[in-house]
């Protein structure tokens, strides 16, 4: 049996072990948001080959919700895998992790199969769900659509190959393998689209070629003396594996893929204010990602930091870490408030010119920005959640409040009434979500001495 490679996150100076797992994940999400960035980026300026930029914006907006479901799929069989990794690695049980990365690819390629019949043959019918009534952004969005789902394989693979390397506290690998990616969609991006006038169908195109790239590498390293596991996918399958993987892993990617049913439903009320509204959503939605890159990069680092001192029984270093990190967010979050809402137009205006969308999209960031220090801290406590297997703490949480969004987008009479609903429950999340972290560390606090005695028995008789 090959040694575990990992980070050791028991042991050493809390802040930077965490901080040496957050600040890849960090760059990882930075790269995810300039690679989506870049995409609206030349999609909006289609004009130069006789296309409108409105046009295709909304055809790219509208389909952005497929990809965001599929990721709750994918999160059943990732966060799963990863957190049972991390807490195996806590342990030093390589014949766990063996187990788990064998099975997770099993389970992860059987939910790939779905997204991509239903993205492939019901392109139409997804598109129909948002009642567009331009026939140039219908047929947009179903191209864009199908060419997205033919390659599924590649973007859930992609995403459980980083899923293990986060359990393993190994973030720098993903960094630099999706760095790949993206370096290749950004060549891809203006070629396809514009050079060769393929318009919306060439920015899905050099998406897929990007993340088939990925996991070609990541595949390659699953052939070297590098790999985190040895490949015996049919030797090692067990469905007990698999039921533990869905187990833990199913709040939540259940409440992904809620989340993005209840996302939907807004994102058809806001249609109903034409493709400018579905554009400026989109814009802005991408924007924000200069909260959430930050959160989600500790939100990683504290599922792997939490699973590992977790399986390892060292409560007092996952108090310790999640307070330290409370030190770190709460005032990024509020500069990130106070930045959004003074520089919304500037912001804005690096992607459209169009006085109305400009008007709209300073809106859409100034209500958005009450909010952002409260999902930072709805990340982050999630995070520390996954990482003592509580996933559906969080899961709860996230679609009740979400749930709200849905008569508040009904009711409202503006897209500005949609989007203050979207800011005020993110408020109410992350404000939930910390109090109950909280509570759960004060119990783990009481009940260290009792799981270190059951922890030091079961020891003695395995090992007598």
């Known amino acids: 049996m090959q040694p575990i490679k990992k980070m050791d996150l028991t042991t050493g100076p809390v802040l930077p072990s965490i901080v040496k797992v957050a600040i890849p994940t960090l760059m990882l999400s930075l790269i995810q948001m300039t690679y989506n960035l870049a995409d609206l980026f030349w999609v909006g300026r289609v004009g130069r080959i006789g296309l409108d930029p409105i046009e295709a914006i909304a055809a790219v907006g509208t389909v952005g ?27 030093n049980d390589q014949a766990r992790i063996e187990s788990l990365v064998n099975n997770g690819i099993l389970a992860m390629f059987a939910m790939s199969l779905l997204y991509m019949a239903y993205g492939i043959f019901f392109a139409s019918h997804f598109v129909s769900l948002f ?3 331009n026939p140039t952004v219908i047929a947009y969005a179903e191209n864009y659509l199908r060419i997205l789902a033919s390659f599924g394989f590649a973007f859930f693979l992609v995403n459980f190959f980083s899923g293990v390397y986060e359990g393993l506290g190994k973030t720098l690998n993903s960094l630099y393998i999706n760095g790949v990616g993206f370096i290749l969609n950004l060549i891809l991006d203006p070629i396809f689209i514009l050079t060769f006038g393929l318009g919306v169908r060439g920015a899905a195109m050099a998406t897929v070629l990007a993340q088939s790239t990925m996991l070609m590498i990541y595949l390659t390293i699953y052939m070297t003396r590098h790999r985190p596991a040895q490949l015996k996918l049919f030797k090692a399958r067990s469905m007990k594996v698999i039921r533990s993987i869905y187990r833990v892993g199913f709040p939540a990617g259940l409440q992904s893929m809620v989340m993005t049913l209840i996302a939907i439903v807004v994102g058809i009320a806001v249609a109903r204010y034409g493709e400018r509204a579905i554009s400026i959503s989109r814009i ?8 959430w890159m930050i959160a ?15 399986g390892a029984y060292q409560t007092p270093r996952i108090i310790e870490g999640y307070k330290a990190s409370l030190k770190i967010l709460i005032p990024y979050g509020l500069l990130i408030n106070v930045v959004l809402f003074v520089f919304a137009r500037p912001l804005f205006g690096l992607f459209v010119q169009d006085p109305q969308t400009l008007d709209g999209g300073t809106l859409y960031l100034r209500i958005l920005s009450i909010s952002q220090l409260f999902m930072m801290l709805e990340l982050m406590s999630a995070g520390a959640f996954n990482g003592v297997g509580k996933t559906h703490v969080p899961s ?3 679609m009740s409040v979400n749930a709200l969004r849905i008569p508040w987008a009904l009711l409202a009479f503006s897209v500005a009434g949609i ?6 429950t993110s408020v109410i999340k992350g404000t939930l979500l910390t109090l109950l972290f909280l509570r759960t560390l004060r119990k783990l606090t009481a009940d260290h001495e009792t799981r270190l005695s059951i922890a030091k028995s079961e020891w003695l008789k395995y090992n007598n």
């Open 65 to 91: 919700y497929f990809p965001w479901f599929g990721f709750g799929m994918i999160m059943m069989v990732r966060i799963g895998t990863s957190v049972l990794i991390s807490q195996a690695a806590g342990r």
């Open 131 to 133: 009642n567009l009534e």
């Open 284 to 291: 802005g939605s991408q924007i924000e990602a200069l909260s």
């Open 296 to 310: 989600s990069g500790f939100q990683v680092a504290l599922a792997a930091y939490v699973g590992q001192n977790y």
């Open 396 to 398: 709860l949480v996230g």
């Open 419 to 424: 989007w203050w609903g979207i800011s005020l």
